[in-house]
């Protein structure tokens, strides 16, 4: 009953920009952290960025100056505002949600979208 959707996936080349958004929505009542992570095929799934409930960002190091994690609370949404893309940074982007929902028998858990692809080429 929770999905997580993201979106803003593509193509960009080297040097452009992308926005990818997720939205938590369903049967949930209240999220705290969510984060942007990132895999690449037979690579372990990295973390690229997180932001909590209150609005405290972290980065991985190749995404700080380049990338900024936002958040709307009321809409249970973040974004992530890639700038000055490199060829490295293409994978599949995947959102998760720390969360509580009204199925989780009081437990906070991990959510994760299903992913969009972004591809950084000339």
């Known amino acids: 009953q929770v999905r997580i959707a993201e979106s803003g996936g593509g193509s960009a080349q080297p040097g452009g920009s992308l926005t990818l958004t997720c939205e938590a929505s369903?049967?949930?009542?209240?999220?705290?952290?969510m984060a942007w992570y990132r895999q690449v095929p037979g690579i372990e799934r990295e973390l690229v960025a997180s932001i909590t409930d209150g609005g405290r960002t972290e980065y991985a190091s190749s995404a700080k100056d380049r990338f900024t994690i936002s958040r709307d609370n009321d809409k249970n949404t973040i974004y992530l505002q890639m700038n000055s893309l490199k060829s490295e940074d293409t994978a599949v982007y995947y959102c998760?949600?720390?969360?509580?929902?009204?199925?989780?028998?009081?437990?906070?858990?991990?959510?994760w979208g299903k992913g969009t692809q972004v591809t950084v080429s000339s």
């Open positions: 369903g049967t949930i009542i209240s999220v705290s952290d």
């Open positions: 998760k949600a720390h969360l509580l929902a009204s199925t989780g028998w009081g437990r906070r858990i991990d959510y």
